[in-house]
Nanobody, 115 residues
Framework: QVQLVESGGGLVQAGGSLRLSCAAS????????MGWYRQPPGKQRELVARITSGGTTNYADSVKGRFTISRDNAKNTVYLQMNSLKPEDTAVYYC?????????WGQGTQVTVSS
């Protein structure tokens, strides 16, 4: 059974930082691409960042220079370091794993940035 469990969300003031974690089980973590998506209130889900099995990363333009995605294959965990947070970063953040075009999703963690 595949499980992706996010943690680290919460309430933070604008300009602050949070680090999200996603612990994976039931998959061969090292060969999966991992990603973070978010869904702001009343809006569609959007890609935030992703990292391939080889460590290549890409980011949404809105978070470049502020967010960093990383992975620890020994711990089956992917991270999202979020710095210089803005109120518009408020959203539910979801972790994904993808292999051969098939994705699993976590349950999401709420991030709220106050102005």
């Amino acid at each position: 059974q595949v499980q992706l469990v996010e943690s680290g969300g919460g309430l933070v003031q604008a300009g602050g930082s949070l680090r999200l974690s996603c612990a994976a089980s039931g998959i061969i973590f090292s060969i999966n691409a991992m990603g973070w998506y978010r869904q702001p209130p009343g809006k569609q889900r959007e890609l935030v960042a992703r990292i391939t099995s080889g460590g290549t990363t890409n980011y949404a333009d809105s978070v470049k220079g502020r967010f960093t995605i990383s992975r620890d294959n020994a711990k089956n965990t992917v991270y999202l370091q979020m710095n210089s947070l803005k109120p518009e970063d408020t959203a539910v953040y979801y972790c994904t794993s993808t292999l051969r075009g098939y994705s699993y999703w976590g349950q999401g963690t709420q991030v709220t940035v106050s102005s």
